[in-house]
């Protein structure tokens, strides 16, 4: 891909191995328990969100990639592109290795509409996180305001059809609203 060496995506894979190999170590599934494989899996409340390669939750990925890009080549300007990438592959993995930890697991059950959420499987973080690279790699070819109206139609169409998205995802997690629980779950 035409901005990024092989030399960055050589880097770039590497760290997406190592952020599988430490879910693989903390004791995630590497598939979902439920033993299949599928592109996508589209029932929020069920036992196979977050365990497959891409759900409703992919396009909040995407939209990472956006903001990373955006922050990343604001304070690198003058870096190879492959250098805010393996930023954000390293910052993507982070939030995955935090969002597979107990007490976020936990933080989600109680306060999000992820109801008996149980964290991710490994293929699906490693999916989130090149969902992030996609991102990020549309936001160095589109215009910015082009990122931008893409990413309000991802919010405005997940937020359409599940009733929920990256803005109240990070929302509910940080400080949750009975009403907006409420209306999550269908009241």
């Avoid at 592109?81 to 007490?103: D, F, K, Q, R, T």
Wanted: aromatic content about 12%.
């Amino acid at each position: 891909m035409a901005g990024i060496s092989r030399t960055g995506w050589l880097v770039a894979a590497s760290l997406v191995a190592l952020l599988a190999a430490i879910l693989f170590g903390m004791g995630r599934p590497p598939i979902c328990p439920c033993g299949t494989v599928s592109l996508w899996h589209g029932t929020v409340q069920s036992n196979q969100n977050s365990q497959q390669i891409s759900d409703w939750y992919s396009f909040s990925h995407i939209i990472h990639g956006f903001i990373f890009y955006g922050v990343l080549r604001w304070i690198l300007p003058d870096r190879p592109l492959w250098v805010p990438l393996a930023i954000a592959i390293g910052v993507e993995g982070a939030w995955e290795i935090l969002e597979n930890s107990p007490m976020i697991i936990d933080r989600y059950r109680e306060v999000t509409m992820a109801f008996g959420y149980s964290g991710d499987s490994v293929l699906n973080s490693v999916s989130d996180t090149l969902f992030m690279v996609l991102g990020f790699v549309a936001a160095s070819k589109l215009r910015w305001w082009a990122t931008v109206a893409l990413a309000i139609v991802f919010e405005l169409f997940t937020l359409w059809a599940i009733r929920d998205n990256l803005t109240l995802n990070v929302l509910m997690l940080v400080s949750p609203i009975d009403a907006v629980k409420e209306w999550q779950a269908g009241g």
